[in-house]
Structure formats: structure tokens, C-alpha cells
């Protein structure tokens, strides 16, 4: 009987010391002013689950609530509370993600020195990233990805010797990369596409090693890629969009873990062959678009590459045949061979998961393949210039063909007008009837209409979102225009969209192209924060046509 009650007693005296020692926990009050200050600048306030008591290190903030991919905690802190009976909480993670918070990075957040982690990425953040946040020198995950945030990118960054993970993509920065970035030794996520920034990639950047991802398309950066980027330990380089020369490092060739390669418009200087991924047979996507690339296909064994679900090697020089080996490539889905010199015919069969194939502007001949329901673009070939083939071609593509005998000598017309992604016929204030262009266009695929007049062509896959639309519509009331009607629908293309008119008659024509922005809002909001660059080209392809 008397061991039992000083069993009950010892037990009910150590849950009185638990509730003491929980009660006695409190913020750092540095740190507690500090966040207090910051959220008052940026219009946030705590979250009932963290702030009961008015002490932000409580509730969801120091128990086990998880603060990553948990939506409803946001804006979320996580504390450490160091031990003891009286101890103090300091503010490790701090989280204002896609809450629109709107104004400068507040001074105050220099005072949270025990910071880890920051995430205030898809804002509308503006004016510097201030220097003092070199301060934070305990930090390892960092983010300011999509805001409004502008000027240098402080050297100071480069005392955050902690850092694994740094974002600063999707911003309005401008100038060069700091060459302090260069001692970020345990670096091995940054996120800088989109972003501004805009000269060579600095040398020191060579101590890099650790480096897994880096997303740097977008930005302006100049000279040839440097050789030092082989010698990371990259699974994910996204290099698409600035002013590179070639060639290509031969180093890449060192790269046999990635997974992700995307390279894409290089300027000028030489040509670079396609060998240097011969290894690189764990990659999933591989884009080499418009990268002066001079090879054959055959100079690539792709039966490694067995994980290879996307190929684009368009806007080069490839020549030669298409390998079966490459169709029969059990998991690629997309092939993009555009605009490059392969000649030849087609294989005869193509893999099981290969449905959007792309191979516009070529020197290919032949029989159009029956691939059953894949997509196939094959405009701007040689199919079906030899008259007794002629009758494998489907409906409307002979007329898209380099050499169309489509309605030569006996034009049909000398207008056409299009209301792009429209369901219906629309008759515009300048008397024009817009016709419908509904279409689903796939990733590889084209179509031409009436008898025909005209056609279009679209080739590109969305880097994320895939949900099979390529049509998008507004309600917006368009100011500025009598025909609103007009752009309440939009054509979407990841890549390459193209309109072709057919069986028109020589002479003058005048092109206009009218468009209206509504997937961007006019907005302090992240997402007004991206760029629109419209690259037109208007080209004569059918003999002896002028166009002005
Ligand atoms: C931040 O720290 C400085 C220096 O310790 C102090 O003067 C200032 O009051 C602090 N700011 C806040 C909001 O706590
Ligand atoms: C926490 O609650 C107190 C008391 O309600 C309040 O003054 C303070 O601003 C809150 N802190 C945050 C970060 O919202
Ligand atoms: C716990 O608090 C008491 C009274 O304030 C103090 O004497 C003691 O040293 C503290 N113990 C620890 C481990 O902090
Ligand atoms: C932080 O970086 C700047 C510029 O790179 C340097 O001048 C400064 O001494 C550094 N501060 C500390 C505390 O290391
Ligand atoms: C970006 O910054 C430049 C100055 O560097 C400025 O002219 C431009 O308006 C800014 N753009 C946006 C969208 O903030
Ligand atoms: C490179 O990455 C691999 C796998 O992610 C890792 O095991 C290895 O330690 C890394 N090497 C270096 C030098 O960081
Ligand atoms: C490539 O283009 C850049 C920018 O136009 C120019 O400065 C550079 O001289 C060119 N390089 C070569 C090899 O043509
Ligand atoms: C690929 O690896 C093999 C075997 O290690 C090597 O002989 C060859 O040079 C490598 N190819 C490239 C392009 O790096
Ligand atoms: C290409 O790779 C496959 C799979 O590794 C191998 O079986 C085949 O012999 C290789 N072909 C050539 C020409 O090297
Ligand atoms: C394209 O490749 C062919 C064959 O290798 C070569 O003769 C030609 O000069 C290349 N053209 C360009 C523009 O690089
Ligand atoms: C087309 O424009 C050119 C240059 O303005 C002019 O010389 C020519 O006569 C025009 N052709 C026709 C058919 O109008
Ligand atoms: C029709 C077409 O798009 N042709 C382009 C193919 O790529 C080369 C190199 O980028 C361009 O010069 C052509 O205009």
C-alpha cells in the first residue's frame, strides 16, 4: 500500500515539474520584438495554433507540427528552445510563402540572427535584398523566389558559409553575380533563373562543388558556359535563355549523374557535337534547343538511355538519318527534332510511350509513317514531292510541305483573318470575320482548315503544368479595344506556335498581330511577376510572295 502512493505521488510531482519547465519556456524577447516588427511591416499576424499566449515560441511553433508542405501553417515560425527549467526559445525558421506581403525586406529581420531557414518566396517583396542579411550567418535555407526585389545581389551573401539552398529566381535584379558566392562551399541548390542578372558567371564559383541544381535560365549571362561546371555534382543544370557562345564546355561530358539537362540558345562562336552526353544515361529530360549543335544522331548510343522520357534537340544542325534505336526507346514520350537538316525516311515503328513527335522543318522524305496515335508534326518536309507517294499524305499536309503544289498557279484568296483559341467566328471593327481556331493542338501536332486557307502549327511541352489544355479563356473587359471579344481567348505554346496561310495570290501583304496580356494581373501580387518576350518572325516560304 505505501509503495503504491509514492508511486502515484512521484508521478504526479514529475507532471507538475513538466508543466513548470513548459510554462517557464519563452522567447528570446530580441527575437520576439524582431518578429513582431516584421509581420507588422508586412501585414502578416500569427497564426492561433502558434501564438495563444502572445509568445510566438508556443503551440504549433514548438511541437512537432511539420512546416513544410503544410499549407494551413503559414505564416509559420518553428523555435529551438535551449534546455533547462527557464529556457529560451529562439525563432530557426521563418515562413511567409504566397501571402502577397507587400513592401521592402524589413530591417528588423536582421535581428533574428538564429535563423536556418526563410522562406518568403511568391510575395511582392520590392526594393534591395539588404546586405545585413549576410548577417544570418547560421542560415541554410533560403528563398525570396518570386517577388519584386531589385538592385545587386549584396557580396555580404557570401558570409553565409551554412547555406545548402539559395532562391532568388523570378525577381528584377540586375548586374553580375557576385564573386563572393564563390565561398558558399556546401551550396548545392541555387535557384537564379529569371532573375536579372547578367555578364560571365564568375570564376570562383569554380569551388562549387557540392552544387546539385542549378536553375539559371533567363538571365542574361555572357561568354561560354565555363569549364569548372563539370566539375560539380550537378543531377540538374537549367541553362536555357541567355546570351552564351559556344561551344558547349567539353567538360558537360563529366556529368554522368544528371538527371535534367536543359541548355538552350547559344549566340554565336563554334559548333559543339552531341557525343559529350554518350554517358549521361540517367537523364529524364535532356533540351539542347538552338544550341549550334553540328552531329548525327547516330553519333549516340540512346539505347542507354533508358530513362529518357524527354528529347529536344531542335533548331540545330542534325543531320543524317533518325535511328529506330532512338523510337524504340521504351520510355521517351516527346522527341523534338525540329528545324535541324535530318533527311531520309522514317523508321517503320516507334516505342510504346512515344506519342508526340516533332520533326518540322527538316529534308525527310518518304511514306508518312502509320504510328498509330502518336502526334506527328512533319510540316516543312520533303513528303510526298514524289506525286506517286502524294497519296499517303493526310489532309492539308502536302500544302504545308516545302515544295506544296497546293494551289499553284490558281491562288484562292489575298486575306485571312484568325481569332486565336476562339470557338467561333467573330467580326472585328476593322470588318475583318475572324475565323475560329479551336483545335486542341498537342505537343507535336498542326492542323489546316477550309478548303484549306490556312493552318497552324505548335510544338512545346509545359515544363509543369500538363493538364492537356492548350486553349486558355478570360472575362476580362479589355480597355483600349472596340473588340474585346478578340483576346478572351489565347493560344498557349510552351515553344514554337506557327500560322501559315495557303493558296494565297501574289502580292503585298500587310501582317497584324494584336494581342492583350490577362495570364499576367496588373497587380501587386506575385503573380503579375513575369516576363513576356515575343520573339515574331513573319517568313515568305511559297516562290515569288512579298510581304510588308
Ligand atoms: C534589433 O537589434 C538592435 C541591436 O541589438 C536593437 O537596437 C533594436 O532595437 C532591435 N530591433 C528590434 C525590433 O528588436
Ligand atoms: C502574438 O500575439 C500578441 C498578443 O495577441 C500580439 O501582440 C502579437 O502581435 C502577435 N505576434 C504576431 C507575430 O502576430
Ligand atoms: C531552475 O530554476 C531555479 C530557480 O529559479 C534555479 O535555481 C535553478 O538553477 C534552475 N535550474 C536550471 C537547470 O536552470
Ligand atoms: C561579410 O562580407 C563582407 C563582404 O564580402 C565583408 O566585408 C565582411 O567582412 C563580412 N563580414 C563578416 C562578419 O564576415
Ligand atoms: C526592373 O528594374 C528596372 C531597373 O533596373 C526598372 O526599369 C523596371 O521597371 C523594373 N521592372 C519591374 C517589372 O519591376
Ligand atoms: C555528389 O552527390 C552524391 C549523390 O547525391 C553524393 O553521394 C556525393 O557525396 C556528392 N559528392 C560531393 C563531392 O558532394
Ligand atoms: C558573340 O556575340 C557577342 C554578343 O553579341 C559578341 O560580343 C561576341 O564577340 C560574339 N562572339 C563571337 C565569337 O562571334
Ligand atoms: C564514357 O565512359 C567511357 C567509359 O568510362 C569512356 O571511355 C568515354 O570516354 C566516356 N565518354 C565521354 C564522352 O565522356
Ligand atoms: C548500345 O548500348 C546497348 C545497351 O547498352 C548495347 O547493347 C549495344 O551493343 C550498344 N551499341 C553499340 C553500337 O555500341
Ligand atoms: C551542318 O552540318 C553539316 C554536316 O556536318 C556541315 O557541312 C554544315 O557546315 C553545318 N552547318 C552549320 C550552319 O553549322
Ligand atoms: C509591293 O511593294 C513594292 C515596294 O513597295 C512595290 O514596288 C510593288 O509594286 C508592290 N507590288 C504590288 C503587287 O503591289
Ligand atoms: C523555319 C525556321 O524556323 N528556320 C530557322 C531554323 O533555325 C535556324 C537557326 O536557329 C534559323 O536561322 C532559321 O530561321
Request: net charge neutral; glycine share 8%.
Amino acid at each position: 500500500m505505501g509503495r503504491r502512493r509514492q508511486a502515484l505521488h512521484g508521478a504526479a510531482l514529475s507532471l507538475l515539474l513538466l508543466a513548470a519547465a513548459a510554462h517557464a519556456q519563452q522567447t528570446d524577447p530580441g527575437d520576439a520584438a524582431a518578429l513582431n516588427a516584421v509581420f507588422a511591416k508586412l501585414g502578416q499576424k500569427a497564426l492561433s495554433s502558434w501564438n495563444i499566449s502572445g509568445d510566438p515560441c508556443t503551440g504549433a511553433a514548438t511541437d512537432n507540427t511539420n512546416i513544410d508542405n503544410n499549407p494551413p501553417f503559414n505564416p509559420a515560425i518553428k523555435c529551438e528552445c535551449s534546455g533547462g527549467n527557464a529556457s529560451v526559445c529562439r525563432v530557426t525558421r521563418l515562413k511567409i510563402y504566397a501571402l502577397d506581403a507587400v513592401g521592402p525586406i524589413p530591417e528588423e529581420l536582421r535581428n533574428l540572427t538564429a535563423l536556418t531557414n526563410l522562406d518568403l518566396s511568391q510575395n511582392y517583396l520590392t526594393g534591395p535584398l539588404p546586405s545585413f542579411i549576410g548577417e544570418l550567418t547560421r542560415m541554410q535555407y533560403m528563398s525570396f523566389g518570386i517577388n519584386a526585389l531589385s538592385g545587386p545581389l549584396p557580396k555580404e551573401l557570401g558570409n553565409l558559409t551554412d547555406l545548402v539552398s539559395l532562391s532568388v529566381s523570378s525577381n528584377n535584379f540586375s548586374g553580375s553575380l557576385p564573386s563572393e558566392l564563390g565561398n558558399l562551399a556546401k551550396l548545392e541548390q541555387l535557384y537564379i533563373d529569371s532573375a536579372g542578372f547578367s555578364g560571365p558567371l564568375p570564376s570562383s564559383l569554380s569551388k562549387l562543388t557540392k552544387m546539385k541544381t542549378l536553375w539559371a535560365s533567363d538571365n542574361d549571362f555572357t561568354g561560354q558556359i565555363p569549364d569548372y561546371i563539370g566539375s560539380w555534382n550537378l543531377t540538374d543544370l537549367r541553362f536555357q535563355g541567355n546570351s552564351f557562345q559556344g561551344p558547349l564546355p567539353a567538360t558537360l561530358s563529366n556529368l554522368v549523374q544528371l538527371t535534367n539537362l536543359r541548355i538552350g540558345d547559344i549566340l554565336n562562336g563554334s559548333s559543339s557535337s552531341l557525343a559529350f552526353i554518350s554517358n549521361m544515361t540517367s537523364l529524364n529530360s535532356l533540351v539542347l534547343r538552338n544550341c549550334r549543335i553540328s552531329d548525327t544522331l547516330l553519333s549516340v548510343n540512346f539505347s542507354k538511355f533508358t530513362s529518357l522520357n524527354l528529347l529536344d534537340l531542335s533548331f540545330n544542325n542534325i543531320t543524317g538519318q533518325v535511328p529506330q534505336t532512338l523510337l524504340n526507346l521504351n520510355s521517351l514520350g516527346f522527341l523534338f527534332l525540329g528545324n535541324n537538316s535530318l533527311s531520309g525516311s522514317l523508321p517503320s515503328s516507334v516505342g510504346p510511350m512515344l506519342k508526340n513527335l516533332d520533326f518540322s522543318y527538316n529534308q525527310l522524305t518518304g511514306n508518312v509513317p502509320s504510328w498509330g496515335n502518336s502526334q506527328l508534326n512533319l510540316v516543312a518536309n520533303n513528303f510526298g514531292a514524289d506525286i506517286s507517294s502524294n497519296s499517303g499524305l493526310p489532309t492539308g499536309l502536302d500544302c504545308l510541305q516545302r515544295n506544296t503544289p497546293c494551289f499553284f498557279g490558281s491562288p484562292k484568296s489575298s486575306s485571312f483573318a484568325v481569332d486565336c483559341g476562339s470557338d467561333r467566328p467573330i467580326s472585328g471593327s476593322d470588318n475583318s470575320l475572324y475565323q475560329p481556331d479551336a483545335a486542341t493542338l498537342g505537343a507535336a501536332s498542326y492542323y489546316v482548315t477550309g478548303e484549306p486557307t490556312w493552318g497552324a502549327s505548335n510544338v512545346g511541352r509545359f515544363m509543369d503544368a500538363s493538364n492537356g489544355s492548350s486553349i486558355i479563356y478570360s472575362s476580362h473587359q479589355f480597355l483600349n479595344t472596340l473588340d474585346t471579344e478578340l483576346f478572351r481567348n489565347a493560344r498557349m505554346s510552351p515553344s514554337s506556335l506557327r500560322y501559315y496561310g495557303i493558296g494565297l495570290e501574289n502580292g503585298n501583304y500587310t501582317v497584324t498581330l494584336q494581342f492583350a496580356e490577362f495570364a499576367f494581373p496588373d497587380a501587386q501580387s506575385w503573380k503579375s511577376r513575369g516576363r513576356r518576350v515575343f520573339d515574331i518572325y513573319a517568313q515568305v516560304s511559297v516562290r515569288s510572295r512579298t510581304l510588308t
